[in-house]
């Protein structure tokens, strides 16, 4: 009898956990389907090379010089980053809109307005774009794609360290602004990043400023070994505007790095403002110019 009452009681048991396990299934199977079904609009080039990368689709991409992934191609445009139509946005009903959080001042006032609730993505280092991907991998279910990713990122940052030898060159980094001239990217910021893992020492560090205003006091004090200039958003603007400046502000000619030629011009899509999904590549070229072979 009593055997009977335990046969009885380890089938319960085992029915229950399959049940569990049924209902565990299905409640995982409707998460997914939630969030693939999801209105997504990125609102730059940067996020919408991580959704692509993530194997997800959008409703809206922004209007931009840089090639877009190929499935973007025919998703309706909802504008320039730097200033996309919100009412564009609103009218696709989005589910979730995701913007890069370096613009959430510039942005905020308009999305309220529309009554658009707006995510925004930290992508000022390597680090933080790895921990964008793993939260919106798991988000979307797509850990698989995500953790893809990070290890690709994290190779090619050990890869970068690994060169590093000897001296640590003196780097200035500038960000070309159409029609404003250019700014200084300290530490802080995403290329400030790329420059520290490549083995680059960065003149102008900050406790928290990612974006410096030039002065030529200050750029007086400084005498770098590398000189990055970022083309960012406009290059057929922003080149020819580093030309001029090179060549009519007497600053830069005493600098080591101009005497010596090693003034490089860094171009989308491997480098820009925010992390992108181009961090293999970027770094490849800053440690060639930081410890070129002989």
């Known amino acids: 009898m009593k055997s009977h009452k335990k046969g009885i009681i380890i089938g319960l048991v085992a029915f229950l956990i399959v049940i569990a396990g049924v209902a565990i299934g299905a409640k995982h199977f409707i998460d997914k389907k939630v969030a693939d079904d999801q209105r997504i609009v990125a609102t730059s080039a940067a996020i919408t090379e991580i959704f692509d990368k993530l194997d997800i689709n959008l409703v809206g991409v922004p209007n931009t010089q840089a090639k877009l992934p190929k499935r973007y191609q025919n998703v309706e445009k909802i504008g320039n980053p730097m200033k996309p139509s919100i009412e564009k946005i609103a009218s696709l009903n989005p589910t979730r809109v995701y913007a890069v959080s370096t613009l959430k001042d510039q942005y905020d006032d308009s999305f309220k307005e529309q009554s658009v609730k707006v995510t925004y993505l930290s992508l000022d280092s390597v680090t933080d774009l790895e921990a964008t991907l793993a939260t919106l991998g798991k988000e979307y279910y797509r850990q698989v794609q995500a953790n893809k990713q990070i290890k690709i990122i994290n190779d090619a940052v050990a890869k970068a360290k690994k060169r590093v030898h000897g001296r640590k060159p003196k780097v200035l980094v500038l960000m070309g602004l159409p029609g404003a001239n250019y700014m200084i990217l300290t530490n802080k910021s995403y290329l400030g990043d790329l420059v520290n893992i490549a083995g680059g020492e960065n003149v102008y560090k900050s406790s928290s400023q990612i974006y ?6 200050s750029l007086a004090t400084k005498n770098p070994d590398v000189i990055l ?8 603007v922003t080149v020819p505007q580093f030309k001029q400046e090179f060549k009519k502000n007497p600053v830069w000619k005493k600098m080591k790095a101009v005497k010596e030629n090693k003034v490089y011009d860094l171009q989308q899509p491997d480098f820009n403002a925010s992390a992108n999904m181009n961090v293999p590549e970027a770094l490849n070229k800053l440690s060639n110019i930081f410890y070129p072979e002989n």
């Open 212 to 217: 410096l205003s030039p002065s030529n006091e």
């Open 229 to 236: 200039r970022l083309e960012h958003a406009l290059p057929n």
